[in-house]
């Protein structure tokens, strides 16, 4: 059974950082894309970075270009979203989910399993 278990999340003052671990489990050496999805209160659920396993191509949603880096390490089942200069609006519940195809896509429809989520507040 492929698992997700994200943690990392905390209350953090504004300028802030945190970083997000994603561990996956249940699931074979074949590569495959994971994404950070965040959703805050009142709002749809947006992607925020994602990541190929194989080669490592990333995507960022605008406007956390600069600020987040997302990173992978295959060999452990394992991925981290790295949070610098955290601004309120980054508050929201913060998921990490697998796509079982090795490119790279930022729509929720994409992603087959996805964790339980871990909360992000940034207080100004």
């Known amino acids: 059974e492929v698992q997700l278990v994200e943690s990392g999340g905390a209350l953090v003052q504004a300028g802030g950082s945190l970083r997000l671990s994603c561990a996956v489990s249940?699931?074979?050496?074949?590569?495959?894309?994971i994404g950070w999805f965040r959703q805050a209160p009142g709002k749809e659920r947006e992607g925020v970075a994602c990541?190929?396993?194989?080669?490592?191509?990333?995507w960022y949603e605008e406007s956390v270009k600069g600020r987040f880096i997302i990173s992978s390490d295959h060999a452990e089942n394992m991925a981290y979203l790295q949070m610098n200069s955290l601004k309120p609006e980054d508050s929201a519940v913060y998921y990490c989910?697998?796509?079982?195809?090795?490119?790279?896509?930022?729509?929720?429809?994409?992603?087959?399993?996805w964790g339980q989520g871990t909360q992000v507040t940034v207080s100004s």
């Open positions: 989910a697998k796509s079982p195809g090795e490119i790279v896509v930022v729509e929720t429809t994409d992603y087959d399993y």
């Open positions: 249940g699931f074979g050496s074949d590569d495959y894309v």
């Open positions: 990541i190929s396993t194989g080669d490592e191509f990333t």
